[in-house]
């Protein structure tokens, strides 16, 4: 087999091979297409299933929490409207408390207990009442006849009170405190709380029941009296104190308060407790079941988490901590949790449900919803009572969520497999099945070409007579005849290759002449070029004002610079005497080069003439400048023009005509003012009469002002950074200068320029002219 033949296979083979792999590939990457685009669309429709359920879940869940709760409040109101109603008909009421108390059912037999120290009543009562033993008289075995009488003044709770505790919401305990000055404790139903609280609370038969128990609560209530609008303002008394465990084995409380007030609501005359259990919230919220391990939670408005499971609290990384101050509190805040993106979650700021999406726990990703509860008054944090709101929460793990997905996504890569296994068999027995017919096309084919091939081999090594039979009238065919009639070619175009040679040679010899005769021309026109531009460079520094000229002016302190950008530039300034004035002339003509330095020679020329003429009027001055320029400008078919401003100077007064650039005027007091020439003229050489549109203006000069004038060379200077110089710099560095000489503030403009071109390129003339009145 000739290596064609073997290299023909090959190529064939690997062409099939690779097709029939990009088609694999093609159908691997439709099929995998197909997976992502159905997973994607049964993950959103997850995405919204599962966060309509978690909202309308939670939603449910808060409105029931909000309803036990709100029950609870108007249990405790109720009672505090009727406890409100007897103080402030206390006096049409006393008839009826001085009967009452002598009734066997409603009488108080308080017993003084001498290893406590405190006065109670018996458990057959139906209300406990304990008073301490700061408000009796220890010699005696008394209660203060001011503390007995606040006491049955309550004495008709014994027949409220127990109903209103088995009745409405679940609580625990309820109870009535009596005014400030004498604080005793009536009870529904009747508990030995004096005894319990000797075991539970050390203490507190010493110091004022409100600041042992519930510091600051009555502060908090009195604040309102002193508030704005008083107690008329507010929508509700009712006023939470934080969750505690219960001493008496009650499990989980919150103790609900409402103050009762003095009949001209100037003072606090008692206050009615509620000690809600949460264990039908707790239980409530523990009990939420969210796919196979999420689960709820509750939590206060410092993050300190009511209600959740064991091993919710787990998963949540929360930390119990204990306070004590009379009460113990549990603590359990989601800042301290070991879970860092739990512990930095910010609860909601109003009562819309917050839906996020990936949250971390425990490396996983989880489902975070959350809604606040309606706000209300909490206690327990110093004088102030203040807004506290409870927020319910939902976790559920992502993976529960998309377990349907993840296993629809198996079946769907196994079937994806099983496919491309089945294509991968199929492209293999399609390549064995084409290669068997390449071979034997190729067998046929190559008889020819290694005949090409060896006639090509003959030729390479100089055989040109060598010719190859035509055996076909195919493409091969074509190919043989091709090549016999370019050995033909190359065969007689050998023969003759000397000669072409020869007169190739000659015409290149010939060619070379002409190119040295016309370089040598060249060199010479380059060297008149450089002279005739020489010349005009010198004639343009020579006609600026020399420094001696300068000095002799008596009155000004002038300083000028002018340097081209190329041989010869296109900027002019000038400093003139003559008719009494001093004539002080800048412009800029557009673009530069020789013709623009011709013309400036022509503006130079034009103003000293009409000076020595003795024109005296600057906007005619300016015009006949103008409409001198302009013809010569016509003459020599040029389409260049420039602006130019025209000043005179005398006794202390600077006349300016004619448009260029702005003139910067710093006084001697450092105020810095920008005088526009746009609209004192036009550009000269634009148009022959330009008078109507010439107007001049006046710069009154006092000694140690300055002036400086400037061509657009300056403020466009351009850095590397192709950012320019500008005219603010340029009103800064003369600023910084201007009490010193004209030479050395113009100096500082140029070094300050040239440190911001730096090594970039020229591209405009520079001038600068600084005029200071001495």
Not at 194 to 214: C, I, L, M, Q, V
Not at 247 to 270: E, Y
Not at 487 to 511: M, S, W, Y
């Amino acid at each position: 087999m000739s290596k064609f033949n073997t290299k023909f296979i090959l190529v064939t083979g690997v062409s099939v091979l690779l097709g029939a792999i990009l088609n694999v590939l093609v159908a691997r990457q439709g099929i995998h297409k197909l997976s992502r685009e159905a997973t994607d669309e049964i993950e959103q429709g997850l995405d919204q299933a599962t966060r309509e359920y978690l909202t309308n879940h939670l939603r449910d869940t808060a409105q029931h929490t909000n309803s036990s709760l709100a029950h609870a409040y108007t249990d405790l109101e109720i009672l505090a409207d009727i406890v409100q109603t007897m103080v402030d008909h206390d006096e049409d009421l006393t008839p009826l408390y001085d009967h009452a108390k002598t009734l066997p059912f409603l009488q108080d037999k308080l017993v003084f207990h001498e290893k406590g120290g405190w006065y109670e009543n018996q458990n057959d009562e139906p209300t406990a009442v304990a008073a301490w033993g700061y408000l009796g008289d220890k010699e005696k075995r008394a209660l203060l006849p001011e503390a007995q009488r606040d006491i049955d003044r309550t004495i008709l709770l014994d027949v409220v009170m127990p109903s209103f505790k088995k009745r409405g919401a679940d609580k625990l305990q309820l109870y009535f405190v009596g005014p400030p000055k004498h604080p005793y404790v009536r009870l529904a139903p009747w508990a030995d709380m004096a005894a319990e609280f000797d075991r539970t609370s050390p203490g507190h038969n010493e110091k004022n029941f409100y600041d042992f128990f519930y510091t600051g609560l009555r502060q908090g209530w009195e604040e309102w009296l002193r508030e704005p609008g008083g107690l008329e303002q507010r929508k509700s008394q009712v006023t939470f104190w934080p969750p505690y465990d219960d001493a008496s084995g009650g499990g989980k409380i919150m103790t609900i308060f409402h103050p009762v007030w003095s009949k001209d609501r100037k003072a606090l005359s008692g206050a009615l407790g509620l000690d809600l259990t949460l264990t039908q919230i707790v239980k409530y919220i523990q009990d939420v079941k969210l796919k196979e391990t999420g689960f709820a939670f509750l939590t206060q408005g410092d993050g300190n988490v009511l209600a959740v499971s064991e091993d919710g609290a787990k998963r949540l990384g929360l930390q119990v901590k204990a306070e004590r101050q009379g009460l113990e509190y549990l603590k359990r805040v989601l800042k301290d949790s070991k879970e860092t993106q739990i512990a930095s979650i910010e609860l909601p700021k109003d009562e819309k449900v917050q839906y996020r999406d990936n949250v971390q726990i425990a490396g996983a990703p989880h489902f975070l919803v959350l809604q606040r509860l309606a706000p209300f008054s909490m206690g327990g944090g110093g004088d102030k009572i203040v807004e506290d709101t409870w927020t319910i929460g939902f976790v559920v793990p992502k993976g529960e969520i998309y377990a349907s997905l993840t296993k629809a996504q198996a079946a769907i890569d196994a079937s994806r497999t099983s496919i491309q296994t089945s294509q991968a068999f199929i492209a293999i027995g399609s390549i064995l099945v084409l290669m068997a017919g390449v071979f034997l096309v190729s067998r046929k084919m190559t008889g020819a070409l290694v005949a090409l091939s060896e006639g090509a081999t003959r030729m390479r090594q100089g055989d040109y007579a060598v010719r190859v039979a035509v055996t076909s009238e195919d493409e091969i065919g074509q190919l043989t005849g091709a090549f016999n009639e370019m050995a033909a070619e190359i065969q007689a175009h050998t023969t003759n290759l000397e000669e072409l040679v020869k007169a190739r040679t000659g015409e290149l010899e010939d060619a070379n002449k002409e190119i040295m005769s016309l370089n040598a021309q060249l060199a010479q026109e380059n060297l008149r070029l450089g002279a005739e531009l020489n010349v005009a460079r010198q004639l343009q520094l020579m006609v600026l004002p020399p420094a001696q000229e300068l000095q002799e002016i008596k009155d000004l302190d002038i300083a000028g610079y002018m340097s081209p950008a190329d041989e010869v530039g296109g900027d002019y300034y000038d400093v003139l005497r003559g008719n009494g004035v001093i004539k002080i002339g800048i412009g800029d003509v557009t673009g530069h080069g020789l013709e623009s330095g011709v013309l400036m020679l022509m503006v130079q020329t034009a103003v000293r003439t009409l000076l020595a003429s003795n024109e005296t009027d600057p906007t005619r001055f300016l015009g006949i400048v103008n409409k001198v320029i302009y013809q010569n400008i016509q003459r020599i078919s040029s389409d260049k023009n420039l602006t130019l401003s025209l000043m005179d100077y005398s006794d202390g007064k600077l006349r300016l005509t004619g448009q260029h650039e702005e003139v910067i005027v710093v006084k001697a007091s450092g105020e810095l003012e920008r005088v526009d020439t746009t609209g004192l003229g036009l550009p000269v050489g634009m148009d022959e009469d330009i008078t109507d549109f010439l107007s001049n203006t006046e710069i009154d000069l006092e000694s140690g002002d300055v002036v400086v004038l400037f061509t657009d060379g300056v403020t466009e200077a351009e850095r590397t950074d192709t950012a320019q110089y500008g005219v603010e710099r340029l009103c800064e560095i003369v600023s910084q200068n201007h009490k010193k000489t004209s030479q050395e503030i113009k100096d500082a403009i140029i070094e300050d320029l040239m440190n911001h071109i730096g090594t970039n390129k020229v591209y405009d003339d520079i001038t600068v002219l600084v005029i200071k009145r001495l």
